[in-house]
């Protein structure tokens, strides 16, 4: 079984930076795919980034790319994910999620078995 517990959320004006992370249990984290998924009020849950067990492969959603980096240190059990030059149309609950292996694709929430509890970013002046 693995917990997820992200932290690092707020409350930021347009063009600022936030970074996020995700704390995990279990002793095989270092070998699970992560990623970061956000849900806005009355939209559905949408891709934001994803990396391999060993962070070597990372993944970004078009609306991210360029802005968003998504890193790991498994001697920390901690994924994060460094938001820059942010926008108000950021603004979502933030979750993090995990899956021993991938049966589908990074980019689908179905394929993650582990979620943490989400937390809010605001962007707005």
């Known amino acids: 079984q693995v917990q997820l517990v992200e932290s690092g959320g707020g409350l930021v004006q347009p063009g600022g930076s936030l970074r996020l992370s995700c704390a995990a249990s279990?002793?095989?984290?270092?070998?699970?795919?992560m990623g970061w998924f956000r849900q806005a009020p009355g939209k559905e849950r949408e891709f934001v980034a994803a990396i391999s067990g060993t962070g070597r492969s990372t993944y970004y959603g078009d609306s991210v790319k360029g802005r968003f980096a998504i890193s790991r240190d498994n001697a920390k059990n901690t994924v994060y994910l460094q938001m820059n030059s942010l926008k108000p149309e950021d603004t979502a609950v933030y979750y993090c999620?995990?899956?021993?292996?991938?049966?589908?694709?990074?980019?689908?929430?179905?394929?993650?078995?582990?979620w943490g509890q989400g937390t809010q970013v605001t962007v707005s002046s």
């Open positions: 279990g002793r095989t984290f270092g070998s699970y795919p």
């Open positions: 999620a995990a899956v021993p292996k991938y049966s589908g694709s990074y980019y689908q929430a179905n394929s993650y078995d582990y």
